[in-house]
């Protein structure tokens, strides 16, 4: 196994044993840094930074430099040929003539998969809007293993900003993958999106203890307790008990606690940012105080606002400036990889635990992704990308897009087998229907809306309203 | 012959043997691109960019750190000096002192040579306002070389905004030079600048067969056909008939068709964007599809926006990701050969084709050339800069700014010598009268209006009116 | 003494010795320039500018390049996390650990200084608000050094903005250290701020010798003299003349003019650039004509904008291009310094002249520095940033920011030694009192009003009011 010319597009794109490979070639260039010098000469980097960043452009900077290789870098949108109505995908096929490997950020969710998809050289995807930055997830998991020594069976807090924080999203599926246990604790109103959830429970087959809404409040106000995540390898006493408290369980220490900060420019509406500063609770030398959290590994991605104290920056515990720090030999490696400047042994038995191949969904009737963040749907990109889904789940129906992994439930189905040919046999039904689940894959059709699917020549069969449910209209 | 120390201003700076010189090399370097990582070692490129760009900026400065060199860049006039006020001849100067080589994009038409007036180092012009784009030229044309094996003889068609279109204008010149034959297909109200054909027609020797609009509009709609620019070198069917028809010419085929995006970053006005979608007619398979095009190069100098169908990304006739590509090692090649790392050796019989000498206006009348966009006229930068022109027709009278190369007929002439101490022969007189093309070059003074020649102590005399046209008075 | 290790962050952080140390490596490196270029390999720079600048930044960065190094850089503050509300500090460790060396622009004044505190690398002050700009101020002494042989005993005129103008607060501090005499020539209303001056005095030695204001208006309307210092190392015929006629002494010629442009960027209201354009004198030929100047250094930071005519750029006594030229020299000796990428013997007898040990002021009592430019003042840095202060004066009371240098003098002192568990002995005292010169400077408490003192539990002594001025209660 090779990953010469592969891109990095989300953490899944590495299988366990790879993420193992990678570290041990960062221990191997961290003792040595200054023998590095020629690994990458000659090679030329491009770093394509469309939203503001210091210190993920600069690290990966640093790291190309410090293998002897060169870089072209552009940053903001402004200072770029985009402003004039270029789509992405024409910027990554030229920018890949030009340079041996790309690293791009970009606001747009599912950016670097078309950057990955067009450029023709290895694409690193150094955050993608809300949906992944998977570099900061290899370093925070380097981290945790140099400290740790292991990580599977660790149980590990994430704290704070669960929505919009997208090296919250990547580090949830590589901790599920690598066999950790999670707790959730996030400022109420940012708690883990659904369609994480789904990725999760689906894919890693672990068990998810939720707390309802109404227990956590009134119990101690403003605790961002929410649920925990217990991986399949490692049964857990809290998954026999039926009356779960994670209050409790919080108690009883957690190996590492990963802060992040408000993604206030990813806020939705301006109601979210109101009165935060209140909301969001701040980690300080009080609050871990306790025995319990002794060894506990105080780490955030940073930058930091307000939410993690700096009175802790001298504690042992803290890794924040470690974590960044190991960022320059992390990327080091990995880009030294995927330019086939240094190569790995990966153990076959070690491939990647997400192997599952969920059927595609093939039917172009002009269905869009329903996130406004997706590249998929962006003014300049939509006449070259096309709209592409996985359905992930009948029960419910649940289709995920291909480009920034967003699931979601449409509410009316058809089949295309039936109507070939006989206009009469255009019939939706209701995605609850038990006909939604005879649909063979390959026939599948989904509406998001009866509308939808009438604007399409479709009629609503007696299986397109769900009585115990209000249909749409 | 050498291009050691030498800039690249306009494409004019370039003779037709020192062009194939260039491209030889660029055959070289390709070939073994991996091995010029030595050629530039130690030497330093500024690359300047007052305008936005990705692909450019990127491509010089891949192409410098292919040849092991380094460079220093800044992007975006809000992050430079310029903010304070400095004009371009001094930041020229200072830049000069740091870098070996200087990469310069600016808004202003004439910047690049105003930095090559003063930096002291070889200058490439990356773009000046709607000037030129020289490097842009040059992978045109080498990718229609590489493609073709011949250029003289050829047929190109130029389609879209041929107004603001810098790449066109550079590429104009190029093609008449190297006696290409050019059909003009512009977006109505899109239509080559009048200096750009005077220049053509006066230096390059040419024929412009053109249609009248009258003609044109009714007979297919939305047709960008305008004329047909046939060089002297390669006599043409066409320039016997009479009855020229050029939508007919195009039928019969041409080698490569020029497609160029609207250039809104430079219109005039807001009316010239007005309904440009369904004006701007667009390049797709349906138009190509016709056995004439069977062959025909399909070129831009990207990025695109909607003018050129993405379906046609995979065919193989399209040459714009490979001229995109192609920019590397024809700016490796240039930039070794101005740097002198790299020599070529030039025939003498290959001089330029645009050796015309025209006398220069020497009157020091506060005269100020009429093109806005030119650098000469900029607050900043009149202090340093004298105004400069050529006289390059006398019927009618016609000055060029050696800056931007506008063209522009004054609308009346004086004579330096015969007012020499006296004051009553301050006369001034109508441009198109004969007296006019009796002063001779050295004492030759121009006004651009009456009010302006009689602000400078001038009374009209009797050739003042021409009879036949309105005064402005 | 080794340059190894250390930053630069005004230009007292070098001692005479050092800089002649600096200058002699200056010298070798000018010579040899090609041959640098293994010196700093595998080193990376990061060059961090949250200002405009084109020619500072260029110039460190080709430095780095042409020692062989490799630089990572951010511009302006939209494009960098510092949009996310970071710290400063934070991310001065961040980037710590990517680079080897970090040189820093930043509006804040001070902001340099914690950078220094929190890197763990060298760091290099590339101008910090109004406050010091050292490496220009290296760059000018090695000019005047390269063209006089000597900086003691010289007369430098300095002119225009000496205000806001940093590179002058760093100079003139230099200039002394070095044993020139310095003519003050400001335009009015840009004289050198208080807290300089007073600097100058107490820790150079030297006398001022002032104008007032009335005896220079209706002289000679518009002239810019102000005062001229002189060093105790050169006595000075003036000093000895109770009637100083400045206008005299600079007719009587000096050996560099140090022109400046105004820094608008910087001015504290829209009411100070009214008119410049009328009150700004410009230096042309016609001012440089008589004799006493023909040996007169014109110089000049640049960029300029009106002050300086273009029309003395070809005067052999203009040097401001010869300086920016050197900027690359004098940063690449330094960069190879502090990078310990070369040596220096500096005599230790040779050791700064700015050795006096002010005793520190530590009371913790919420004082902040009275410079709304601060660093140490701004919102995300007061939570890492102790203010810190100096008490560089008993009569009066003056306390020194450790950050940005500012002095100011607060109303009123108390002492911590008398009121330690005694309540009614928390009595405050005018600072002009003489009780104030009686507190023990570990004792010491001050206040920048009577309600600050007040609001800290603090009640008037019969001290507090001083008769015969105005108590601001």
């Known amino acids: ?18 993420i193992a490979a990678v570290f041990a070639l960062v ?18 980097m491009a770093s394509l930074f469309f939203e503001p960043s210091t210190r993920t452009r600069l690290s990966f900077e640093a790291a190309m430099h410090r293998l002897g ?21 024409d910027m ?23 950057v990955a998809d067009y450029a023709g050289v290895p694409v690193i995807n150094a955050g993608d809007g809300g949906h992944q930055h998977p570099t900061q997830t290899l370093l925070d998991l380097y981290t945790i293993k140099k400290e740790r020594k292991v990580i599977k069976g660790l149980k590990i807090a994430l704290w704070g900003d669960l929505k919009y924080g997208r090296t919250v999203h990547s580090l949830i599926f590589a901790l599920a993958k690598l066999g950790a246990n999670i707790i959730f604790c996030p400022t109420p109103g940012f708690e883990v999106p659904e369609h994480v959830i789904q990725k999760l429970i689906a894919e890693y087959g672990g068990e998810l203890e939720r707390l309802e809404a109404s227990e956590q409040a009134g119990k101690e106000g403003g605790s ?31 190996d590492a606690l990963y802060i992040t900060r408000p993604q206030k420019e990813r806020f939705a ?49 803290s890794m924040y400036f470690k974590q960044a720090a190991r960022g320059v030999p992390v ?70 897009c291909t480009y920034c992994e967003h699931g979601f439930e449409p509410k009316y189905v058809a089949s295309s087998h039936w109507h070939e040919g006989m206009l009469e046999y255009k019939k939706y039904h209701s995605a609850e229907s038990h006909w939604a689940r005879t649909i063979r894959p390959e026939n599948l059709i989904v ?25 749409d209209g």
């Open 224 to 254: 961002p307790l929410d649920a925990i995540y217990i991986t399949p390898g490692s049964p857990h006493q809290l998954a026999m008990m039926p009356n779960i408290s994670i209050q409790v369980e919080l108690k009883r220490g957690v």
């Open 447 to 471: 509406f998001n809306s009866a509308g939808e699917a009438e604007a399409r020549g479709f009629k609503p069969s007696h299986y397109a309203t769900v009585p115990h449910k209000k249909n």
């Open 1 to 18: 196994m090779n990953l010469t010319g592969r891109s990095l597009v989300t953490i899944d794109d590495l299988s366990n044993g790879e």
């Open 269 to 317: 509406t301006g109601e979210e940012g109101k009165g935060l500063k209140t909301r969001y609770p701040v980690v300080d030398k009080k609050l871990l105080k306790e025995k319990e959290f002794e060894k506990t590994l105080i780490m955030h991605p940073l930058p930091r606002v307000d939410e993690l104290a700096c009175e802790l920056d001298t504690d042992p515990r």
């Open 331 to 400: 990327r080091m490696a990995l880009i030294a990889l995927l330019l086939g400047a240094k190569e790995v042994t990966v153990p076959d038995k070690e491939g990647s635990s997400t192997g599952i191949d969920y059927p595609a969904y093939r039917q172009d009737l002009g269905l869009k992704c329903p996130n406004p963040r997706c590249v998929s749907v962006q003014e300049s990109e939509i006449k070259y990308i096309k709209p592409s889904f996985k359905r992930v789940s009948t029960k419910p129906m649940t289709l995920r």
């Open 27 to 44: 221990d191997e260039m961290s003792y040595s840094i200054k023998e590095q010098l020629t690994v990458c000469r000659g090679k030329v």
């Open 69 to 89: 290789g060169s870089v072209i870098s552009a940053v903001d949108t402004k200072a770029t040929s985009l402003a004039k109505g270029e789509s992405i995908a």
């Open 92 to 114: 990554a096929r030229v920018v890949g003539s030009y340079a041996d490997i790309i690293v791009i950020r970009h606001p747009w969710e599912g950016a670097a998969r078309v």
